[in-house]
């Protein structure tokens, strides 16, 4: 279904180059003339912020590098082309190792040549002038030599060992461009076994070897494989590596070719979420399909507005309707990728209706809707979520595999991952530091608990949903002694203005043990109250009382899903404190005016 599904989208986008071609940064171009002799060498980058970004070229396809010798057509790396070495690599090595390096260097450009001797058709005027360079007599070896040597380029050649190709002076083509090579691949016979396609249900020539995929975060950067089979037990009736899993040339090429083109660096349609790498795509052109990374990415440093907009677009757009007609139809796949050595192992796979995915990403940004201060976006990035949990803040220190967890349960409409909760409400602790992201986290994970699961864990099927903001008409233990928490704290901080508050002191054992701290706390208020004028102390006798009517007890033991609501009471009850202390200090502005 997935290599299907990719298939399917390299035969709709145009842009993406025919079999028996790939896309290529390639830096440095060596122009030559017709005799062979080097003109220039030209570069290809531009500035890209500090960074020199190379530009793509549309080349043959390479093969498939492993430990051996083996070229590419027309363009390679600079000890393919040019059997460049440069002189401190070669400082690195012992004398035994230089003379094996080198003999491989020799190696690599036989086999350079051979590739180019091998083609059917030699007359092209651009064929003849790069034969002419790589197999040119003494004299005229040692005059481009000469010219390499004196162009500023090249002592950064041999340095980097970068990728090269050849163009004829005063062509605006790469001689691997020039229609006469185009046609030679596109027609060439091949002499493959035929098999029937897998992916295409056709008949084809079979492809042993699939191409690396490219792009996968923490994946080898030669590429790795999503299918292989290289040990024997892989393997069964007798077949060996891909003919286990026969697919065709064609097939192959389309799924290979479309997979990194949505990994690679300009692709608009993947994401990186945590250590997963993701995907996207619709069976045809939507807007949906245009600003779903702008969803759960975080904004642009010069557009910060941008996800703001492109999720409130959405919710719009959900609202009134708008997929209602052609996103019932058209499906949309998410692809969710991770490393895993050589291979690349698939961490989910989501396929749904646009309308669908529409619906599911709408309501994971409702399930998350909670009072925050007014300079605070609305909506928060998954990124922004899943750094709430890291140590440090830190997104290395994500947890493994919660990130994918996380995506696919929002994909998909389940509840969110168990993990992701214990992660925030740990975090939480740690900390003492209840901030906006992880209040939201902890409100969208437990309602759609709530929500979902017919018989919760830790929670009876009855329980309340909890609020965007205050509640006070939540009788759950843990919200009500978390609201109560909430307000002793700001007693003792207009009492005494401590340096460390008791959240500082005892906001673990209080959410997760109450009964070992609060009747300690209730004491302490007493003394902390006293110190207060009439009218404060009034005020908050008559909020503990409220808070306190239904909690008969202070449990000995709040559950996971009880300490999240004990999180989301303190949070709740601080809002009302900041949001009732602007307004005083608003209200006192204004009359001093």
């Known amino acids: 279904m997935i290599l299907q599904a990719l298939c399917d989208y390299y035969q709709r986008n145009a842009d993406l180059p025919r079999l028996g071609f790939e896309t290529k940064a390639i830096p440095f171009v060596i122009e030559i003339n017709a005799a062979g002799e080097l003109v220039q060498i030209t570069d290809t980058r531009t500035l890209d912020g500090k960074k020199k970004v190379a530009r793509n070229f549309v080349v043959p396809q390479g093969a498939k590098k492993t430990s051996g010798v083996a070229s590419n057509l027309l363009w ?68 481009n030599r000469r010219r390499l040597k004196a ?69 080898q950067s030669s590429g790795a494989n999503i299918i292989s089979f290289n040990k024997e037990a892989f393997n069964s009736f ?62 642009p440093k010069d557009d910060p507005a941008k996800q703001t907009r492109a999720v409130a677009s959405l919710l719009s757009a959900v609202q009134a309707g708008a997929f209602n007609d052609e996103g019932q139809n058209t499906r949309f796949y998410v692809l969710g990728l991770a490393p895993n050595a050589a291979r690349i192992s698939v961490r989910f796979w989501q396929v749904g209706t646009v309308a669908d995915m529409a619906a599911r990403v709408c309501q994971h940004f409702k399930d998350l809707e909670i009072v925050h201060a007014a300079f605070e976006k609305p909506h928060l990035s998954l990124f922004r979520l899943l750094v709430s949990t890291a140590m440090q803040g830190k997104s290395d220190n994500i947890p493994p595999n919660l990130a994918g967890e996380t995506m696919r349960a929002i994909l998909a409409g389940l509840p969110y991952p168990q993990t992701l909760l214990q992660a925030v409400i740990r975090r939480v602790r740690a900390e003492r530091d209840m901030t906006y992201p992880r209040a939201a986290l902890i409100k969208a994970c437990l309602n759609r608990q709530a929500r979902y699961l017919a018989q919760p864990l830790e929670t009876s099927p009855s329980e309340k949903e ?82 306190m009517s239904e909690v008969y007890d202070f449990p000995a033991h709040l559950s996971l899903a009880d300490q999240g609501r004990f999180a989301i009471g303190y949070y709740h009850q601080r809002q009302v404190f900041f949001t009732k202390s602007d307004k005083s200090t608003s209200e006192s502005t204004t009359q001093g005016a």
């Not at 070669?90 to 083609?119: G, H, T, V, W």
């Not at 460390?500 to 009747?519: H, M, N």
């Open 151 to 219: 162009d500023p380029l090249w002592a950064e050649i041999v340095a980097s060992n970068p990728v090269l190709t050849f163009r004829l002076n005063g062509d605006v083509e790469l001689v691997c461009q020039r229609p006469a090579i185009r046609a030679m691949l596109v027609n060439a016979s091949s002499d493959a076994e035929k098999i029937t396609c897998l992916i295409r249900g056709e008949t084809d020539d079979f492809e042993r070897l699939h191409a690396s995929i490219k792009g996968v975060w923490g994946a």
């Open 466 to 547: 909890i609020a965007v903001s205050l509640d006070e008409s939540n009788a759950n233990a843990g919200y009500r002694i978390g609201r109560l928490f909430a307000v002793l704290e700001k007693i003792q901080e207009e009492a005494v203005n401590p340096n460390a508050t008791i959240r500082d002191r005892f906001y673990g054992a209080a959410s997760s043990t109450p009964v070992t701290v609060f009747s300690n706390l209730m004491k302490l208020k007493n003394h902390h109250l006293a110190k207060l004028e009439e009218g404060r102390k009034c005020y908050f006798e008559k909020m503990i009382g409220q808070i």
């Open 238 to 299: 007798g077949k060996a590596q891909g003919a286990n899993s026969p697919v065709g040339k064609q097939a192959a090429f389309a799924y290979t070719t479309a997979l990194n083109y949505l990994l690679s660096k300009e692709s608009t349609q993947r994401i990186q979420v945590g250590d997963t790498s993701t995907v996207f795509w619709s069976e045809k052109r939507t807007d949906f399909e245009d600003s779903f990374a702008d969803f759960f990415d975080e904004p």
């Open 76 to 143: 390679d790396n600079a000890e393919y082309v040019l059997r460049a070495v440069g002189a401190e690599k070669l400082a690195d090595m012992k004398p035994e190792k230089q003379k094996s390096y080198r003999s491989r260097l020799r190696e690599m450009r036989n086999e350079f040549i051979a590739q180019i001797k091998a083609l059917p058709e030699q007359s092209d005027a651009g064929l003849l002038a790069v034969r002419n360079f790589l197999a040119s007599d003494f004299k005229q070896m040692k005059a």
